[in-house]
Protein backbone atom coordinates (compact mmCIF):
# COMPACT_ATOMS: atom_id res chain seq x y z
CA UNK A 1 0.00 0.00 0.00
CA UNK A 2 1.46 3.11 -0.94
CA UNK A 3 0.06 6.17 1.53
CA UNK A 4 0.69 8.85 -0.66
CA UNK A 5 -2.00 7.39 -2.89
CA UNK A 6 -4.96 7.13 -0.84
CA UNK A 7 -6.79 10.12 0.80
CA UNK A 8 -7.04 10.66 4.67
CA UNK A 9 -10.73 8.90 4.20
CA UNK A 10 -9.26 5.74 2.75
CA UNK A 11 -6.70 5.52 5.35
CA UNK A 12 -9.52 5.94 8.10
CA UNK A 13 -11.85 3.14 6.76
CA UNK A 14 -8.95 0.54 5.73
CA UNK A 15 -9.83 0.63 2.02
CA UNK A 16 -10.04 2.17 -1.16
CA UNK A 17 -12.32 2.15 -4.89
CA UNK A 18 -10.47 1.43 -8.01
CA UNK A 19 -11.63 3.26 -10.60
CA UNK A 20 -9.92 1.50 -13.17
CA UNK A 21 -11.51 -2.12 -11.69
CA UNK A 22 -14.56 -1.10 -10.89
CA UNK A 23 -13.78 -2.65 -7.19
CA UNK A 24 -13.29 -1.89 -3.55
CA UNK A 25 -9.80 -2.62 -2.36
CA UNK A 26 -8.29 -3.93 1.06
CA UNK A 27 -5.44 -1.94 2.17
CA UNK A 28 -4.33 -4.58 3.85
CA UNK A 29 -3.94 -7.41 1.88
CA UNK A 30 -5.19 -6.33 -1.14
CA UNK A 31 -8.38 -8.11 -1.72
CA UNK A 32 -10.36 -7.27 -4.35
CA UNK A 33 -14.16 -7.06 -4.28
CA UNK A 34 -15.76 -5.93 -7.65
CA UNK A 35 -19.06 -4.27 -8.24
CA UNK A 36 -21.63 -6.30 -9.51
CA UNK A 37 -20.51 -9.66 -7.68
CA UNK A 38 -21.70 -11.27 -4.57
CA UNK A 39 -19.64 -12.31 -1.64
CA UNK A 40 -20.62 -14.87 0.98
CA UNK A 41 -19.71 -14.26 4.85
CA UNK A 42 -21.18 -16.82 7.45
CA UNK A 43 -23.55 -18.19 5.04
CA UNK A 44 -25.03 -14.70 3.87
CA UNK A 45 -24.78 -12.98 1.10
CA UNK A 46 -23.74 -9.36 0.26
CA UNK A 47 -22.79 -6.36 -2.44
CA UNK A 48 -19.41 -5.42 -3.13
CA UNK A 49 -19.50 -2.23 -1.27
CA UNK A 50 -20.68 -3.91 1.84
CA UNK A 51 -18.82 -7.48 1.59
CA UNK A 52 -15.41 -4.73 2.07
CA UNK A 53 -16.51 -3.57 4.92
CA UNK A 54 -17.21 -6.53 6.62
CA UNK A 55 -13.85 -8.04 5.00
CA UNK A 56 -12.05 -5.24 6.69
CA UNK A 57 -13.75 -5.60 10.23
CA UNK A 58 -13.40 -9.88 10.48
CA UNK A 59 -10.12 -10.34 8.53
CA UNK A 60 -7.97 -7.68 9.86
CA UNK A 61 -9.75 -6.49 12.57
CA UNK A 62 -10.12 -2.49 13.89
CA UNK A 63 -8.86 -0.37 11.33
CA UNK A 64 -7.24 1.62 13.83
CA UNK A 65 -4.96 -1.14 15.14
CA UNK A 66 -3.75 -1.47 11.46
CA UNK A 67 -2.90 1.87 11.00
CA UNK A 68 -1.24 1.82 14.21
CA UNK A 69 0.86 -1.27 14.93
CA UNK A 70 1.15 -2.28 11.17
CA UNK A 71 4.84 -1.71 9.54
CA UNK A 72 5.48 1.22 7.79
CA UNK A 73 8.10 3.78 7.51
CA UNK A 74 5.51 6.89 8.14
CA UNK A 75 4.17 5.54 11.55
CA UNK A 76 6.27 7.72 13.67
CA UNK A 77 3.96 7.24 17.09
CA UNK A 78 6.19 5.61 20.03
CA UNK A 79 4.92 2.94 21.50
CA UNK A 80 3.19 5.01 24.65
CA UNK A 81 1.86 7.52 22.22
CA UNK A 82 0.29 4.43 20.43
CA UNK A 83 -0.98 3.14 24.16
CA UNK A 84 -2.44 6.12 24.72
CA UNK A 85 -3.80 6.69 21.44
CA UNK A 86 -5.77 3.00 21.62
CA UNK A 87 -6.82 4.38 25.45
CA UNK A 88 -8.48 7.36 23.96
CA UNK A 89 -9.93 5.17 21.47
CA UNK A 90 -11.25 2.74 23.90
CA UNK A 91 -13.46 5.72 25.19
CA UNK A 92 -11.98 5.77 29.04
CA UNK A 93 -11.97 9.24 30.40
CA UNK A 94 -8.42 11.09 31.10
CA UNK A 95 -8.90 9.86 34.39
CA UNK A 96 -9.66 5.98 33.79
CA UNK A 97 -6.64 6.41 31.40
CA UNK A 98 -3.99 8.18 34.09
CA UNK A 99 -4.63 5.22 36.58
CA UNK A 100 -3.60 2.51 33.47
CA UNK A 101 -0.82 4.36 32.49
CA UNK A 102 -0.01 5.50 36.34
CA UNK A 103 0.14 9.26 35.40
CA UNK A 104 -2.06 12.15 36.29
CA UNK A 105 -5.35 13.01 34.35
CA UNK A 106 -3.40 16.91 33.53
CA UNK A 107 -0.76 14.80 31.96
CA UNK A 108 -3.12 12.96 29.49
CA UNK A 109 -5.11 15.91 29.09
CA UNK A 110 -1.94 17.55 27.58
CA UNK A 111 -0.95 14.74 25.15
CA UNK A 112 -4.42 15.15 23.78
CA UNK A 113 -3.50 18.81 23.82
CA UNK A 114 -0.71 17.96 21.76
CA UNK A 115 -2.36 15.71 19.35
CA UNK A 116 -4.76 17.87 18.66
CA UNK A 117 -2.00 20.39 17.51
CA UNK A 118 0.20 18.22 15.62
CA UNK A 119 -3.22 17.32 13.69
CA UNK A 120 -3.91 20.87 12.71
CA UNK A 121 0.08 21.39 11.87
CA UNK A 122 -0.15 18.80 9.74
CA UNK A 123 -3.60 20.18 7.89
CA UNK A 124 -1.55 22.78 7.04
CA UNK A 125 1.48 21.39 5.65
CA UNK A 126 -0.53 18.92 3.08
CA UNK A 127 -2.67 22.18 2.02
CA UNK A 128 0.39 24.02 1.41
CA UNK A 129 1.95 21.18 -0.32
CA UNK A 130 -0.43 20.00 -2.48
CA UNK A 131 -0.68 23.87 -3.51
CA UNK A 132 2.54 23.89 -4.94
CA UNK A 133 2.64 20.37 -6.55
CA UNK A 134 -0.74 21.57 -8.56
CA UNK A 135 0.83 24.76 -9.40
CA UNK A 136 3.58 22.93 -10.69
CA UNK A 137 3.57 22.64 -14.70
CA UNK A 138 6.13 20.17 -15.66
CA UNK A 139 5.82 16.26 -14.27
CA UNK A 140 8.96 15.36 -15.17
CA UNK A 141 10.91 16.81 -11.64
CA UNK A 142 8.31 15.18 -10.17
CA UNK A 143 10.10 12.89 -7.14
CA UNK A 144 8.84 8.86 -7.66
CA UNK A 145 6.89 7.97 -5.02
CA UNK A 146 8.90 5.43 -2.04
CA UNK A 147 7.11 2.19 -2.12
CA UNK A 148 5.59 1.50 1.32
CA UNK A 149 7.53 -1.13 2.64
CA UNK A 150 11.23 0.02 1.13
CA UNK A 151 13.36 -0.98 3.95
CA UNK A 152 16.10 1.95 3.92
CA UNK A 153 15.30 5.66 2.46
CA UNK A 154 17.82 7.61 1.62
CA UNK A 155 19.44 9.05 -1.60
CA UNK A 156 18.37 6.00 -3.73
CA UNK A 157 14.90 6.71 -3.81
CA UNK A 158 15.63 10.79 -5.26
CA UNK A 159 14.53 10.01 -8.53
CA UNK A 160 12.82 12.06 -10.93
CA UNK A 161 9.62 11.13 -13.64
CA UNK A 162 12.08 11.83 -15.99
CA UNK A 163 15.36 9.80 -14.68
CA UNK A 164 12.85 7.10 -14.33
CA UNK A 165 11.85 7.11 -17.74
CA UNK A 166 15.09 6.89 -19.15
CA UNK A 167 16.85 3.97 -16.39
CA UNK A 168 13.39 2.30 -17.99
CA UNK A 169 14.44 2.84 -21.65
CA UNK A 170 17.63 1.31 -21.60
CA UNK A 171 17.66 -1.72 -18.95
CA UNK A 172 15.28 -3.27 -20.45
CA UNK A 173 14.49 -4.29 -24.22
CA UNK A 174 11.12 -4.10 -24.22
CA UNK A 175 8.27 -3.27 -21.35
CA UNK A 176 5.04 -5.29 -23.24
CA UNK A 177 6.31 -8.04 -22.63
CA UNK A 178 8.29 -7.05 -19.65
CA UNK A 179 12.19 -8.35 -20.84
CA UNK A 180 15.33 -7.04 -18.69
CA UNK A 181 18.70 -6.67 -20.48
CA UNK A 182 20.99 -5.67 -17.58
CA UNK A 183 20.32 -5.62 -13.94
CA UNK A 184 22.59 -2.73 -13.04
CA UNK A 185 24.53 -2.50 -9.89
CA UNK A 186 23.54 1.18 -9.34
CA UNK A 187 20.89 1.19 -6.47
CA UNK A 188 18.66 3.81 -8.31
CA UNK A 189 18.70 1.95 -11.05
CA UNK A 190 17.94 -1.23 -9.18
CA UNK A 191 14.95 0.10 -7.46
CA UNK A 192 13.34 1.92 -10.67
CA UNK A 193 13.65 -1.86 -12.17
CA UNK A 194 12.07 -3.87 -9.30
CA UNK A 195 9.44 -1.29 -8.61
CA UNK A 196 8.83 -2.28 -12.60
CA UNK A 197 8.58 -6.05 -12.25
CA UNK A 198 6.89 -5.93 -8.65
CA UNK A 199 4.43 -4.40 -10.64
CA UNK A 200 3.55 -7.76 -12.48
CA UNK A 201 2.07 -9.26 -9.57
CA UNK A 202 -1.06 -8.96 -8.10
CA UNK A 203 -1.88 -7.74 -4.81
CA UNK A 204 -3.50 -10.06 -2.23
CA UNK A 205 -2.59 -13.32 -4.37
CA UNK A 206 0.28 -15.73 -3.43
CA UNK A 207 2.37 -17.59 -5.76
CA UNK A 208 3.98 -20.80 -5.33
CA UNK A 209 7.50 -20.54 -5.72
CA UNK A 210 7.38 -22.31 -9.48
CA UNK A 211 5.00 -19.63 -10.57
CA UNK A 212 7.04 -16.76 -9.33
CA UNK A 213 10.16 -18.19 -10.83
CA UNK A 214 8.48 -18.59 -14.01
CA UNK A 215 7.34 -15.26 -14.15
CA UNK A 216 10.60 -13.88 -13.31
CA UNK A 217 12.38 -16.13 -15.95
CA UNK A 218 10.96 -14.44 -18.33
CA UNK A 219 12.20 -10.79 -17.74
CA UNK A 220 15.56 -12.13 -16.78
CA UNK A 221 17.37 -14.95 -17.23
CA UNK A 222 19.23 -14.78 -14.13
CA UNK A 223 15.55 -15.03 -11.78
CA UNK A 224 16.80 -16.16 -8.90
CA UNK A 225 18.84 -12.52 -8.24
CA UNK A 226 15.45 -10.41 -8.78
CA UNK A 227 13.59 -12.80 -6.72
CA UNK A 228 16.12 -11.87 -3.89
CA UNK A 229 16.22 -8.68 -4.28
CA UNK A 230 12.76 -8.24 -4.47
CA UNK A 231 12.60 -9.38 -0.66
CA UNK A 232 15.38 -7.65 0.33
CA UNK A 233 13.96 -4.19 -0.83
CA UNK A 234 10.64 -4.78 0.44
CA UNK A 235 8.88 -5.55 -2.50
CA UNK A 236 7.93 -9.06 -1.13
CA UNK A 237 7.33 -11.66 1.06
CA UNK A 238 7.35 -15.05 1.40
CA UNK A 239 6.74 -17.90 4.21
CA UNK A 240 9.68 -19.29 5.70
CA UNK A 241 9.89 -22.69 4.05
CA UNK A 242 10.37 -20.00 1.32
CA UNK A 243 7.23 -22.35 -0.84
CA UNK A 244 4.56 -19.05 -1.67
CA UNK A 245 5.70 -15.55 -2.26
CA UNK A 246 3.55 -12.44 -2.21
CA UNK A 247 3.74 -8.95 -2.78
CA UNK A 248 3.95 -6.03 0.47
CA UNK A 249 1.16 -4.15 1.33
Known sequence: MEIDKLSVEELKRGYRFNANTNAYICNTCGKAFEIGEIYSFDNRFFEAARAIKIHVDTEHGDNLKQLLYGESKY?????????????????LTDKEIAKRLGVSPSTVRHQRFMFREKAKQAKMYLAVYEQVIEKKSSDEDAIVPVHSNATMVDDRYLTTEKEKSQILKTAFASLSPLRLKDFSPKEKKKIVILTKIA????????????ELNQILKAIYDDYPVIRRYL??????????????YWLKQ
Open 75 to 91: NAFTDNQKELLSLIYSG
Open 199 to 210: EQFEYGKRYPEK
Open 231 to 244: IDYGFMERTDDCKE
